[in-house]
C-alpha cells in the first residue's frame, strides 16, 4: 500500500476495465470524496466509470488477440462517486466526483443543479415511514379515519412523480397509506385495506408538509371527492398471500420436476465477469442504475454487441383525480434497479447449477456494502430448437433449444419485475422482462365502480396503469460501424408485368441515414436489422447483420401536452437510432425525479440529427404493457410476459446450430403404459431416428434414372 494524502490507496491490481469496484478500491474513493469536500457528506453511489468507449476497444482488440501483457496500455481505473453535501441549515448540494483510482486523487467534480433530483435512496425511503408516524399533522388524518383497533398503519414511499406547472418543489417524497391487520404475522398483506390519505414530506428537512385527499368514488361520481363514509375500510377484506394465511389449502397434487447436472454447468465463469457458453463470451457489469450489464458479446469469435442493458421504464398511472396525477415512477431513473435487486434464492428464484453474482454498493457513510446474489447464470431447456422427419425414411432429427439465462428481480414498493438476458445456441439473444408482484390499489367507497380501474376486492380500486420500458441496444457487428436497416414486407398491386396473379410482395429495405424514431408497424412487419454494409455474407450477398422486429405495444396514453408525456418523451416512440456518444445511456435522460421534462435523453439525442450510416450508432427499443387489471391480478399478480427477440439475419452461412447434438434425454420416462418404450433410437451420430411404426413408413424416393426414362 503507497501513502497518498494521508491516507492509503491499493497496489496496482490489474483489474479488468469492465469489472466492479473491490472493497480497497471503493474505500479510496470515498476518501478522496472526504478529503476533496471536506463537510459532511451522504453518499449515494460509488461504482466503477466505463472507459471512453475508444480508449476501451483498443483494450478489448487486444483482449480477443491473446496479445494482453503487463505492457499493454489500459484504460485508467476509476469510480463515480454521487453524494450529497450537507450544510448547517439542512440543505444539500448533489454533487459527483471521479476519483482516479491509482493516485486516490479527484480528477473531475461536478455540481448538480437543484432543478436535477437524484434518485430516491432506500434511507430516504425508511426516513419517510418514521418521519409520518412522528408527524402530528399525520396522526391527526389518520384519527380523522376512525381505525379499529386492529389495525396498524403501513406505508409505501414513492417518487412525488411531476410537479405541477409552477409548483417549486425542493425534494419530496410521498406515500401511499394503508392499514395492517395486526394478526401477529410481520408479512400479511395489508394492501386489502388501502386508506385515502397521501403524505408529502420535504426529504431534505424531514418534515411533513402536507396530508393530500383522495377522491373514493366511482362512476356517478367522476372528480368529486368527499364521498366516502365515516369507516373508510368497513367494506374492506383481508387479501393473504403468503401460505399460512391462505384461507385455501396448498395444493397437494404438484410432484417434483427437478432441473439435473449431473456433470455440471456448461458455461464457466472467470475473471468475476467473463462468462463463456456455447461459443457465447461476454462480461457482466453492475451498476446501481441499470442491474446487469452485458459489455463485449462475442458468438464464435465474432463481434454482436458492445453493450446491452435495461435502460429505463416508466408507470404512469391513468387516474385523473389530482393527487394520482403525480403517480408516475421512473423505475430506474427514480429509484435504481441495481440497489432494488433482491437478493436471488437459490431453488427458487432460478433452477439447475448457478453462478450468482453479488453487487457492490456503498452506505450512505460510503463504505462499501456488498449485496449478495443480486444476479443469477443458469442454463434451461426451451423445448425443441430445430427438428426435420424425412418422410421417405422416417428418420427424424431432433435437437433440444438450451438457453443460458443471466436473470435479476428487482421490487419496488408493490411491484416486481424479473429481466433476463437470454442467449441460445443459434446465434440468438431474448431480453425477457417479467412484472408480476402485487397492484397499486386505492379506496373505494362500497358498490360502486370506477373508469379509472378495476375493483379487484371488497374497497380496493386497482388503478389504470402502463409499463414503458426502454432497453439500449449498442451494437457491434463485426465491428463498430454499422448500419441500421428498416425492412417492410409490402403489397405489390396486381398487374399483367410484374404480379399477374396478385400473389407477389416486395421485401423494401431502406438505409436509416439520420438518427431518428421509428414506429413498429405490424401490418408491413416492420423489421430493424443492426447490420455492417462492408461485410457481405457471401451465400446471400447481404450485409450481415442482427434483426428484432420491434413489438406493436401502446405507447405512454397521456396527452402529448400534460407534464406526464413531457417527462417520458422516450416513450412515444418504438425504436430510436442514435449517434453514439460517450455516458448517453439512459433513454429518459440522466434525472428523471421531480423532472417536468425529460432532459438528456432519446429524444434530445435523436434531434441532434446526427448521420448514423455507417457510424458507430445505438438502437433503443421501447415495448410496454398497458395494464387495465383484472380480479385475477389479485392479491398476487401472476406474471406478464414480453420477449425482445435479437436474431441473426444472414450473420452465418447456415444454421448455426447445426452442431448442436440431439442427444435423447436418458431420465425422460414415459406414464400409461406397463413398460416404457423406445419412441426413438440414436442412429450413431447424435441423431434420434423416430418410431418406426409411423404411417409414413415405406415412403420411397423415385430414382432419377427412372425420371429420365433410361
Known amino acids: 500500500m503507497t501513502a497518498t494524502n494521508g491516507h492509503t490507496v491499493p497496489k496496482r491490481v490489474y483489474k479488468h476495465p469492465l469489472d466492479q469496484l473491490s472493497v480497497d478500491e471503493v474505500n479510496t474513493a470515498r476518501q478522496a470524496v472526504l478529503d476533496a469536500r471536506k463537510a459532511a457528506v451522504i453518499f449515494r453511489n460509488t461504482f466503477a466509470v466505463e472507459p471512453a468507449k475508444a480508449e476501451l476497444v ?20 476509476q469510480a463515480r462517486v454521487q453524494y450529497d453535501v450537507v ?43 418514521h418521519v409520518c408516524v412522528e ?38 417524497t410521498q406515500g401511499l397509506c394503508f392499514a395492517k391487520l395486526r394478526n401477529g404475522n410481520p408479512d400479511s398483506n395489508h394492501y386489502g385495506f388501502p386508506l385515502p390519505i397521501i403524505p408529502v414530506m420535504d426529504t431534505y ?71 463463456e457458453w456455447q461459443k457465447w463470451r461476454f462480461r457482466v457489469g453492475f451498476t446501481p442504475r441499470e442491474c446487469a450489464v452485458l459489455h463485449d458479446v462475442h458468438y464464435d469469435g465474432r463481434s454482436v454487441l458492445y453493450r446491452l442493458s435495461l435502460s429505463e421504464m416508466t408507470v404512469p398511472y391513468g387516474d385523473p383525480r389530482p393527487p394520482f396525477h403525480r403517480k408516475q415512477a421512473f423505475d430506474f431513473g427514480d429509484a435504481g434497479a441495481g440497489r432494488a435487486a433482491n437478493n436471488l434464492a437459490l431453488g427458487c428464484d432460478c433452477l439447475g447449477v448457478i453462478k450468482y453474482i453479488d453487487a457492490m454498493l456503498v452506505d450512505t457513510e460510503g ?56 442467449f441460445d445456441q443459434a446465434g440468438g439473444i431474448t431480453v425477457e422482462t417479467r412484472a408480476t408482484g402485487i397492484v397499486s390499489v386505492v379506496n373505494i367507497d362500497p358498490g360502486k365502480t370506477s373508469p379509472y380501474g378495476n375493483v379487484v376486492s371488497p374497497g380496493a380500486l386497482a388503478q389504470n396503469h402502463q ?128 423532472s417536468q421534462k425529460e432532459e438528456g435523453g ?21 415495448f410496454g404493457l398497458t395494464h387495465n387489471p383484472r380480479v385475477e391480478d389479485w392479491p398476487v399478480m401472476p406474471v ?24 435423447k434425454n436418458l431420465a425422460s420416462v414415459e406414464v400409461g403404459r406397463d413398460a416404457n418404450g423406445d419412441c426413438c433410437q440414436s442412429n450413431g451420430n447424435g441423431s434420434v431416428q423416430a418410431d418406426p411404426t409411423s404411417h409414413l413408413q415405406g415412403s420411397e424416393s423415385i430414382p432419377v434414372a427412372s425420371v429420365n426414362g433410361h
Not at 444472414?650 to 448442436?660: G, I, K, S, W, Y
Request: hydrophobic residues 35%; aromatic residues 8%; negative net charge.
Open 467 to 594: 409499463h414503458i420500458f426502454a432497453v439500449r441496444i449498442d451494437p457491434a457487428i463485426d465491428g463498430h460501424n454499422n448500419t441500421i436497416f428498416t425492412e417492410e414486407s409490402l403489397p405489390i398491386p396486381m398487374n399483367p408485368k410484374t404480379n399477374p396473379h396478385g400473389n407477389g410482395y416486395d421485401v423494401v429495405r431502406k438505409p436509416v441515414t439520420k438518427s431518428t424514431s421509428i414506429h413498429a408497424s405490424p401490418f408491413t412487419n416492420l423489421t430493424i436489422k443492426m447490420a455492417n454494409a462492408s461485410k457481405i455474407n457471401p451465400i446471400s450477398q447481404r450485409p450481415v447483420s442482427y434483426k428484432f422486429i420491434p413489438s406493436p405495444s401502446q405507447l405512454i396514453l397521456a396527452d402529448p401536452d400534460s407534464i406526464v408525456a413531457k417527462r417520458a418523451a422516450f416513450a412515444h416512440h418504438h425504436v430510436w437510432v442514435t449517434k453514439y456518444k460517450d455516458n448517453e445511456l439512459f433513454a429518459g435522460g440522466e434525472f428523471t425525479n421531480q
Open 205 to 275: 428537512k424531514k418534515e411533513i408538509i402536507r396530508i393530500d385527499r383522495l377522491a373514493t368514488g366511482g362512476v356517478e361520481d367522476g372528480l368529486s371527492y368527499g364521498t366516502a363514509g365515516k369507516n373508510v375500510l368497513e367494506h374492506c377484506q383481508p387479501a393473504e398471500y403468503v401460505p399460512e394465511l391462505l384461507d385455501t389449502p396448498l395444493r397437494s397434487d404438484l410432484k417434483p420436476l427437478n432441473v439435473l447436472q449431473p456433470e455440471g454447468p456448461t458455461f464457466t465463469v472467470s475473471d468475476d465477469s467473463l462468462i
Open 87 to 129: 450544510s448547517e441549515d439542512r440543505s444539500h448540494e448533489y454533487m459527483e466526483s471521479v476519483i482516479d483510482i491509482a493516485s486516490g486523487k479527484e480528477v473531475e467534480h461536478r455540481q448538480i443543479p437543484r432543478t436535477s433530483q437524484q434518485a430516491l435512496t432506500v434511507d430516504e425511503f425508511k426516513e419517510f415511514s
Open 135 to 172: 408527524s402530528d399533522m399525520f396522526k391527526k388524518a389518520v384519527k380523522e379515519l376512525n381505525l379499529d383497533e386492529k389495525f396498524e398503519i403501513a406505508i409505501d414511499p414513492w417518487p412525488y412523480g411531476g410537479p405541477d406547472v409552477g409548483e417549486v418543489t425542493p425534494r419530496y
Open 367 to 422: 463504505k462499501p456494502s456488498v449485496s449478495k446474489n443480486v444476479v443469477c447464470v443458469h442454463e434451461q431447456d426451451n423445448g425443441i430448437g430445430w427438428k426435420h422427419t424425412n418422410f421417405r425414411t422416417n428418420r427424424a432429427v431432433v435437437t433440444r433449444s438450451r438457453e443460458l439465462v443471466v436473470q435479476f428481480i428487482i421490487t419496488l414498493a408493490n411491484y416486481e419485475y424479473i429481466f433476463a438476458y437470454k
Open 602 to 622: 432519446v429524444a434530445d439525442m435523436v434531434a441532434r440529427k446526427d448521420e448514423v450510416e455507417n457510424e458507430d450508432v445505438v438502437v433503443w427499443n421501447v
Open 58 to 77: 483498443k483494450f478489448l482488440n487486444a483482449e480477443h488477440a491473446g496479445t494482453l501483457s503487463a505492457d499493454t496500455p489500459r484504460p485508467a481505473r
Open 640 to 663: 406478464e410476459i414480453h420477449q425482445l427477440h435479437l436474431r441473426p439475419a444472414d450473420f452465418f452461412e447456415r444454421n448455426p446450430a447445426l452442431d448442436v447434438p440431439g442427444n
